[in-house]
């Protein structure tokens, strides 16, 4: 019944459409705890955590004293959560899920009234907007409150606005449309690379589109000053992060110190860390559209982008993020063209799909949330943790989740008879205390079920999350 329904959208509303999708990325949401990776937590979550909750500025990653982030989506998320906060909602876990419902919900409307602006038959326009909704790892990367997906719904909206001034031309409108491919760069500076390359297009192409070239230009212009403004509310002086961020990140190349890799590698993380042979469609949809589409916008805004990025030594997936959330769009136009919609391997496609879309709606993106969602609930007070602190990731406090009143005290050796709650990050200290009669496990990080299945002895060489109450 689903697939009959999916492979005819036609007699699918778009308010039932549009639900189905909201369902979904509400799920999520509310499971998709954590952060994909740690930048969307120390860059966003903690310099917000900076300026609502009056954490200090010490506490901060290097990015802060190289004033190298742009403050713009932290202070969207601060006026969303400001006057909550005064109205009691003080709870870190529910403002970071009412950020990823705020995000998704953004993410949803761009690719909405993105799907009537693209090069399509009419009757595609459902399924691309499906597809580039619910293709298994799209809605995961939509809830995330990070400056990869929200800089890309700016650009998708960016283009709903360019596209549809350019059949009804004004200044204001294009202004309007600057606004949003600005808003883009505001978000993520790297940004304007696709944000330039796209107005290369508008006017190379558009050769009779003065109203749009000047709109845009003076919508981009004023972002950039306003830009300009708010970085000053962040770091409490007068600063241009996107020159700082060239200045440090290329000319003095600090990005290539986390790892150098060669420009094929986007192509090998895009197979292997999606679905192998399953991303293997996206990936070769994307080649042929830009090789079939030369002169289309999409081209010029994701091919230039991508090609910039395969240069620079530092390399992440999450870099070319614009470039993966159209390539279900990219792939669907070469499916089309070559005839292959109709295929039935396209039902085993989608089913395959769902599958992996249930797995990822229903997964933590950082299973450590739960372990803090812990300590908050139960209010403890006290944690001895070996080796570690539990409320530090790579070097950095997590002040946005760290209880008010928690006490960790780190130590190298536990004494045998040690008291207390204590913490260990190793699988293999599951074993040893589980054999202590003295002491209780209080909590796990995973299934406790799972670890009597001890294969090969994984457990001893994971990091298993385990706290225990032991007593006299």
Avoid at 38 to 45: A, N, S, T
Avoid at 179 to 185: E, F, K, M
Avoid at 270 to 292: A, C, D, E, R
Wanted: hydrophobic content about 50%; overall charge positive.
């Amino acid at each position: 019944m689903l697939l009959s329904r999916i492979f005819s959208l036609e007699t699918l509303s778009n308010r039932k459409l549009l639900v189905f999708v909201g369902i979904v990325h509400l799920i999520t949401a509310f499971f998709s705890e954590g952060f994909f990776q740690f930048d969307e937590h120390f860059q966003i979550l903690e310099f917000l955590g900076h300026k609502l909750n009056g954490t200090s500025a010490n506490d901060l990653p290097w990015e802060y004293r190289e004033q190298i982030r742009p403050w713009f989506q932290v202070l969207l998320y601060y006026i969303i959560l400001l006057p909550l906060k005064s109205l009691g909602l003080t709870s870190p876990f529910i403002q970071a899920t009412l950020l990823r419902i705020v995000t998704s919900a953004f993410s949803i409307a761009s690719l909405f009234y993105l799907k009537d602006y693209l090069p399509l038959k009419e009757k595609r326009q459902k399924l691309v907007f499906l597809v580039l909704s619910l293709t298994w790892f799209a809605p995961m990367i939509h809830v995330r409150a990070s400056s990869e997906n929200l800089s890309a719904s700016f650009i998708f909206f960016g283009l709903v606005l360019l596209f549809k001034n350019l059949k009804n031309e004004t200044i204001i409108k294009g202004i309007l449309a600057g606004l949003a491919l600005g808003g883009a760069y505001l978000v993520k500076s790297q940004l304007s690379v696709a944000v330039a390359f796209l107005w290369f297009w508008l006017v190379l192409f558009n050769h009779k589109a003065w109203r749009t070239y000047l709109g845009v230009s003076l919508g981009i212009l004023i972002t950039i000053g306003l830009g300009v403004v708010i970085d000053y509310w962040g770091y409490q002086e007068w600063t241009f992060t996107t020159l700082n961020y060239f200045k440090v990140n290329i000319l003095e190349d600090r990005v290539s110190g986390f790892g150098i890799d060669p420009w094929w590698n986007y192509l090998k993380y895009s197979f292997m860390k999606g679905i192998p042979l399953l991303s293997l469609p996206f990936i070769l949809g994307t080649f042929y559209y830009w090789y079939k589409k030369p002169k289309d916008p999409i081209t010029w805004l994701t091919l230039p982008f991508f090609l910039i990025h395969c240069f620079i030594g530092h390399k992440e997936l999450r870099f070319i993020f614009l470039v993966v959330l159209l390539s279900p769009y990219m792939m669907i136009y070469a499916a089309e063209q070559l005839n292959l919609l109709k295929s039935s391997k396209i039902r085993i496609f989608v089913m395959i799909n769902f599958i992996l879309l249930t797995g990822a709606s229903f997964k933590a993106a950082n299973s450590g949330i739960r372990f803090y969602k812990y300590l908050h609930d139960e209010e403890i007070k006290e944690v001895k943790a070996l080796d570690e602190d539990p409320m530090t990731m790579v070097g950095l406090k997590l002040n946005f989740y760290h209880p008010k009143d928690l006490n960790v005290q780190v130590k190298k050796e536990f004494a045998p008879n040690e008291t207390g709650l204590l913490f260990f990050k190793s699988g293999s200290k599951y074993f040893e205390y589980s054999k202590k009669k003295n002491c209780s496990l209080n909590y796990l990080s995973y299934p406790k079920f799972s670890l009597k299945f001890n294969i090969g002895n994984w457990i001893s060489r994971s990091r298993v999350w385990s706290l225990w109450n032991c007593t006299k």
